[in-house]
């Protein structure tokens, strides 16, 4: 069974900074892009990052990298605000020609990690 497993690490304070971190298994990684979502209160699921592509609201505060070796994608978020407080998934996409121009579409995603609460306090 694919299963990706999300956990995160760091305060969550305004203007702190938390790294998220997903670690995939059941699946070969390489094939697959990881992307994360977040959905806050009342409020739909929207489209963070995956690989170089972010979502303006947090283009320049979040990074994501990949260490392939432990088959484990991460999103730094820095310069937190109150506005990032949302439930974050990680979601993986396979690679295809098209999967990277379409990565703020849930559809493209195969498989979904458990959300993870993320509550900036100000």
């Known amino acids: 069974d694919v299963q990706l497993r999300v956990w995160r690490r760091g305060l969550v304070q305004a203007g702190g900074s938390l790294r998220l971190s997903c670690a995939a298994s059941?699946?070969?990684?390489?094939?697959?892009?990881l992307g994360w979502f977040r959905q806050a209160p009342g409020k739909e699921r929207e489209f963070v990052a995956l690989s170089s592509k972010y979502s303006q609201s947090v283009k320049g505060r979040f990074t994501t990298s990949r260490d392939s070796a432990k088959n484990t994608e991460y999103l730094q978020m820095d310069s937190l605000k109150r506005e990032d407080t949302a439930v974050y998934y990680c979601?993986?996409?396979?690679?295809?020609?098209?999967?990277?121009?379409?990565?703020?579409?849930?559809?493209?995603?195969?498989?979904w990690g458990q959300g993870t609460q993320v509550t900036v306090s100000s």
């Open positions: 979601a993986a996409a396979l690679r295809t020609s098209d999967s990277f121009a379409y990565a703020y579409n849930p559809e493209i995603y195969d498989y």
């Open positions: 059941g699946l070969t990684f390489s094939r697959y892009h």
